[in-house]
T-cell receptor, first 112, second 114 residues
Framework: DQQVKQNSPSLSVQEGRISILNCDYTNSMFDYFLWYKKYPAEGPTFLISISSIKDKNEDGRFTVFLNKSAKHLSLHIVPSQPGDSAVYFCAASASSGNQFYFGTGTSLTVIP | KAGVTQTPRYLIKTRGQQVTLSCSPISGHRSVSWYQQTPGQGLQFLFEYFSETQRNKGNFPGRFSGRQFSNSRSEMNVSTLELGDSALYLC?????????????FGPGTRLTVT
């Protein structure tokens, strides 16, 4: 049973516009969330995180929003750049030291 | 500092065979996790090792096993390979279990079972 879901397998956005990637989870015990970016032939690289005590975390062009009541998080990329084209995974964990559950990924294409 | 390395990068095996994959974590990292990535399934957690002990295990059959050595290097083994085992196998290391939120991934081993 997939505890972390990314329902959009792919997303295309024009360069300079906003990219919004969504992630839903089912386990209310999850309290730490990560986003990873993955290029072909490379392992995922950490992008940004958020803990359940916050509802927003920003890092440059990347912002993650967490809606605990809806069990939903989203990653906003503004402005989108062609180099952002990659597969994005969200991951969730219930407290420190426990395994992370990953979503199925969303392939983002930023069109120049 | 060198990143996580995985060997081999590509592997082709036949059904029924067994395979061993290797992972060398970042120097100083003592926790190693293994994931299977397949299209449509994302990253599925296989197991995590810390100080040569398996801490967590995902929902995979017993054909999937692993171990960790005293230098933190880890191997995973898949016996009696099935076509459905074709996947990208990723290894990730972190300082320890409490730092699992800061995992660094290797490039993966692409296993093809024919």
């Amino acid at each position: 049973d997939q505890q972390v879901k990314q329902n959009s397998p792919s997303l295309s956005v024009q360069e300079g516009r906003i990219s919004i990637l969504n992630c839903d989870y089912t386990n209310s015990m999850f309290d730490y969330f990560l986003w990873y970016k993955k290029y072909p032939a490379e392992g995922p690289t950490f992008l940004i995180s958020i803990s359940s005590i916050k509802d927003k975390n920003e890092d440059g062009r990347f912002t993650v929003f967490l809606n605990k009541s809806a069990k939903h998080l989203s990653l906003h990329i503004v402005p989108s750049q062609p180099g952002d084209s990659a597969v994005y995974f969200c991951a969730a964990s219930a407290s420190s030291g426990n395994q992370f559950y990953f979503g199925t990924g969303t392939s983002l294409t930023v069109i120049p | 500092k060198a990143g996580v390395t995985q060997t081999p990068r590509y592997l082709i095996k036949t059904r029924g065979q067994q395979v061993t994959l290797s992972c060398s974590p970042i120097s100083g990292h003592r926790s190693v996790s293994w994931y299977q990535q397949t299209p449509g399934q994302g990253l599925q957690f296989l197991f995590e090792y810390f100080s040569e002990t398996q801490r967590n295990k995902g929902n995979f059959p017993g054909r999937f096993s692993g171990r960790q050595f005293s230098n933190s290097r880890s191997e995973m083994n898949v016996s009696t390979l099935e076509l459905g085992d074709s996947a990208l196998y990723l290894c990730a290391s972190s300082l320890g279990p409490r730092e699992s939120y800061e995992q660094y991934f290797g490039p993966g081993t692409r296993l093809t079972v024919t």
